[in-house]
Each structure stands twice: as structure tokens, then as C-alpha cells.
């Protein structure tokens, strides 16, 4: 007998963020794992590179799709997972004043992006950088205190200043580690003297945000040999990785989404530029050099096989990550570096729709469901009707229809979900709508379809 489904409670503020998100077509940073139908391979996969990450080595991963395929939702959804499994994340999105590399800056906004967006369990919003530092700062007292010495004495300070010695010198060893480890150090005083204006700028060096070396010093009151730019960003991202396991961590994972605005650089050397950094990144997780490191990157299907600006375009990237020839047997390969994001199949439409149907309900407080599962099924049968729906449907395109349908219809008590769906079916009159008896054959037949591992 199949388990009881059981309806998990929302909270209220997730839920309105979450419908409010998909209403408008917009990847929700909360409330993900709610809506989480399909893809449990690729989750399954990504989910063994973070234990990978966590026991010291590092990937570097393509998720790729046609837009709204369902990249950025996957990815907010392993970002979740990390921060559950103790890793520290941090996300950007590329754009045209962000890329990975650049002369104007674009490398550095980037990081910046990612200083920004740093995020732990604790602080799973973002802005989590002073949060971590302060945390192992914490810790280090605790564990002074513990040991019986008293936190007004010099031997306390000087205890703290050991442990955090202790904790940074290995840094030193690395490109740019000696000035990490310095700042660092600094901030741990500065916490130790309460010196917030000390502790504020070794954030602001932290974040890349010196644009020279006499700046840094002038706020600092210490000369720095390096500020973070353009050329090193990528070395203190790897340096970060190593302290968020010194610091307690299981490491660091970055999601870089929006790649395909690296295949729109109109200038080749530029663009190029930006292929040999995203090469130097994926080489450096895939040798060993990196540790505790976790980078995966979000693009369309034209940001990778376009072989005139794509990352095909670029020789060495080709190499790497372009099919085998025994891909082309209808076979997955979910350890290859670059991961496919295929049509949801018509029976995980029907649970996602079904899903949302039951999540709306809540958000409205109704006795009953927003539409019967005979109106649900119609209204899947309609959007599959449209031509290349087979092949081009997207999550996207599904979610904002129903979700705009179920909002017409509560704002419009006049409206009948029949005429509305008639409507949309006689503007498409040259695409027959489907048969909704096959739509229901085909999503009640002997597979089952799951919501949080739960039949339905």
C-alpha cells in the first residue's frame, strides 16, 4: 500500500516569496526543495561532489539548458543542500559588468558579487562573512574560557592570538596567503581591542574592495603587498576554500549562473580572455589543485556549442568537455563535467502543477482545491498541445501559465477555468489540443510520481 501523502506546512513568508517568485517567472532563493520534482539523478550526482568537496578534493561542473529548463532552480536547490550538509556558499550571476575575467573590473565584480552573497547555515541570506569570521572567534574564546583561563588576563589575549596563529599560518604558503593570513590576524585583534573601524576594513579588503595598495594601507594602517583585482581574484577564492575548513566548514561552493553573457563578449580577445580563466578554474579543480572547493556554472545549450563564440570556440575547453562518441548511444554519463538538463517528462509536469495547485490552496487559505484534477490535466494537455511542446516546454512557461490561470480565476469569481482554457486553445488554431484521455493514460499509468519521496 503506498504511504500516506502528507501536506507539509509552509511557512507563510516562504510560501508568499515562493508563489510571488514563480508567479513572475523569477528563481526563488527560499523554498526550493518544496517544488522539487524530477531530476534526482543530477541531484544525486552533485550531491556526491559535495561529499567529495567535503573530504578535500574539488569539481567544477556545467549545468546546461535552454532558459527556464529548470538550471537556476537546480542550482538554488544544491545550494540549499550544501548549506544543510555545513558548507559555505556563495552565488553570482554573470551580466555584462560581471564576467570572470576583464581589464575594466568586470573579474573583481564578480568576486565582490560573491563576497557578498556569502552564506552559511546560520545565515543562509547572504552577508555571512563577518558572521563566520565572528563565529570561529567565538569558538576560540569558548574553548579558552573552557580551559580555565580568564578572559580579562594577557594570557588570555595571548591565548586567542596563538589559536589564530595556529589556524593561519598555513595559509601563508599560498599565492597571496601571507597578506589573507595578515588581514586576518588583524581582524582577530581588532575583535579582541573591539576596534570596529579595524575590523570594518579588513572586511573591506576581504571583499576586494582596496582599488590600490596605498588605499589599503592608508585604512589598514599596514602595508599589504597585494589588493584583490582582476589577475588574483580566483587565488583568494581558493584560499577561502582552505580557511572555511579550518574554520569548521565542510568547504566553499560557488554557483556562477548566467554564463551565457561570456558567449555574448562581442569582442574575441575578450571573450577569449574569459575562456582561458573559466580553463584555469576548471584545470585547477580537476588536478588537485584546488581543495575543498566546489564551482558550478549555469548556460544555455549556445553558450557551450556554439563553436564560433561558444566554449567550443576555444580549443582546450572543447577538448574537455564535449561529448564522448559513445554519448551519442541515448545513454546519461552524469560524471561528465557538463550535466544536461532534459524535458521534465509528462508525469513530472503533472506532479509539479499538482504540487503548486496544493501550495496555492495554502498560501489562499481555501477549503478546496483551486482546480479538480480533471481541470489540472486539462490544462496540461493543452500546454503539451502546442507546437514543439515535446521538445521545447519548459518548467517555466508551465508554473507562470497556471499560476496566472489560478489568479485570473481568484480575482475574477465570473471566470470558469473551462472558458479560460477554451480561450488559450481556440488563439492556438492551427495546433489541435491534445487529447486530455491521453494526457491522463499517460501520467496514471504504473510509473509513480513522488513529491519528497512520497507517492501521490
Known amino acids: 500500500m503506498a504511504e500516506e501523502f502528507i501536506e507539509?506546512?509552509?511557512?507563510?513568508?516562504?510560501?508568499?516569496?515562493?508563489?510571488?517568485?514563480?508567479?513572475?517567472?523569477?528563481?526563488?532563493?527560499?523554498?526550493?526543495?518544496?517544488?522539487?520534482?524530477?531530476?534526482?539523478?543530477?541531484?544525486?550526482?552533485?550531491?556526491?561532489?559535495?561529499?567529495?568537496?567535503?573530504?578535500?578534493?574539488a569539481f567544477c561542473r556545467f549545468l546546461i539548458g535552454r532558459y527556464g529548463s529548470g538550471k537556476s532552480f537546480l542550482i538554488q536547490l544544491i545550494r540549499g543542500y550544501a548549506l544543510e550538509r555545513g558548507f559555505i556558499c556563495a552565488d553570482a550571476d554573470l551580466s555584462p559588468e560581471r564576467r570572470l575575467s576583464g581589464g575594466n573590473g568586470a573579474g573583481l565584480a564578480t568576486y565582490r558579487e560573491l563576497m557578498t552573497n556569502i552564506a552559511s547555515k546560520a545565515c543562509p541570506d547572504g552577508g555571512a562573512l563577518a558572521t563566520v569570521l565572528s563565529r570561529h572567534f567565538t569558538k576560540l574564546r569558548t574553548e579558552l574560557i573552557a580551559e580555565g583561563i580568564d578572559p580579562e588576563s594577557e594570557e588570555f589575549v595571548k591565548g586567542i592570538r596563538k589559536k589564530v596563529f595556529a589556524t593561519l599560518s598555513e595559509l601563508e604558503g599560498d599565492v597571496g596567503g601571507f597578506d589573507f593570513a595578515r588581514v586576518l590576524?588583524?581582524?582577530?585583534?581588532?575583535?579582541?581591542?573591539?576596534?570596529n573601524d579595524k575590523k570594518s576594513n579588513c572586511l573591506r579588503w576581504l571583499r576586494g574592495e582596496f582599488s590600490t595598495k596605498t588605499e589599503a594601507k592608508s585604512a589598514l594602517g599596514f602595508t599589504v603587498s597585494t589588493v584583490i583585482d582582476d589577475d588574483n581574484w580566483y587565488n583568494f577564492i581558493k584560499l577561502f576554500s582552505s580557511l572555511s575548513v579550518y574554520l569548521g566548514y565542510s568547504g566553499l561552493v560557488l554557483f556562477i549562473d548566467e554564463c551565457v553573457n561570456l558567449y555574448k563578449i562581442p569582442n574575441r580577445i575578450s571573450r577569449e580572455a574569459n575562456y582561458e580563466k573559466l580553463l584555469a578554474i576548471f584545470n585547477d579543480t580537476l588536478q588537485g589543485k584546488a581543495k575543498n572547493l566546489g564551482i558550478i556554472f549555469g548556460g544555455t545549450p549556445?553558450?557551450?556549442?556554439?563553436?564560433?563564440?561558444?566554449?567550443?570556440?576555444?580549443?582546450?575547453?572543447?577538448?574537455?568537455?564535449?561529448?564522448?562518441?559513445?554519448?551519442?548511444?541515448?545513454?546519461?554519463?552524469?560524471?561528465?563535467?557538463?550535466?544536461?538538463?532534459?524535458?521534465?517528462?509528462?508525469?513530472?509536469?503533472?506532479?509539479?502543477?499538482?504540487?503548486?495547485?496544493?501550495?496555492?490552496?495554502?498560501?489562499?487559505?481555501?477549503?478546496?482545491?483551486?482546480?479538480?484534477?480533471?481541470?489540472?490535466?486539462?490544462?496540461?494537455?493543452?500546454?503539451?498541445?502546442?507546437a514543439g511542446a515535446e521538445e521545447l516546454i519548459t518548467p517555466r512557461e508551465i508554473i507562470r501559465d497556471y499560476l496566472t490561470l489560478l489568479n485570473i480565476l481568484r480575482d475574477n469569481p465570473s471566470?470558469?477555468?473551462?472558458?479560460?482554457?477554451?480561450?488559450?486553445?481556440?488563439?492556438?488554431?492551427?495546433?489541435?489540443?491534445?487529447d486530455t484521455a491521453s494526457v491522463k493514460a499517460s501520467t496514471s499509468s504504473t510509473k509513480k510520481v513522488t513529491i519528497f519521496d512520497i507517492d501521490i
Open 415 to 434: 471566470a470558469k477555468f473551462d472558458e479560460l482554457i477554451d480561450k488559450v486553445t481556440a488563439q492556438n488554431v492551427n495546433t489541435p489540443l491534445a
Open 302 to 386: 549556445q553558450f557551450l556549442e556554439d563553436t564560433r563564440r561558444g566554449l567550443f570556440s576555444y580549443d582546450a575547453l572543447r577538448s574537455r568537455l564535449q561529448d564522448s562518441k559513445y554519448s551519442d548511444m541515448g545513454y546519461k554519463n552524469l560524471s561528465s563535467p557538463v550535466i544536461r538538463l532534459p524535458r521534465l517528462s509528462d508525469n513530472e509536469l503533472l506532479a509539479l502543477v499538482k504540487r503548486l495547485t496544493k501550495l496555492y490552496q495554502q498560501r489562499e487559505g481555501a477549503p478546496v482545491p483551486p482546480a479538480t484534477d480533471d481541470e489540472i490535466e486539462r490544462f496540461l494537455a493543452n500546454a503539451l498541445a502546442k
Open 185 to 195: 590576524t588583524e581582524y582577530y585583534n581588532a575583535s579582541l581591542t573591539d576596534d
Open 8 to 57: 507539509p506546512k509552509v511557512p507563510k513568508r516562504i510560501l508568499n516569496t515562493l508563489l510571488s517568485s514563480l508567479t513572475a517567472g523569477v528563481v526563488p532563493r527560499v523554498g526550493a526543495p518544496y517544488i522539487a520534482i524530477g531530476r534526482r539523478e543530477e541531484i544525486a550526482s552533485l550531491l556526491d561532489n559535495l561529499d567529495d568537496v567535503s573530504e578535500g578534493g
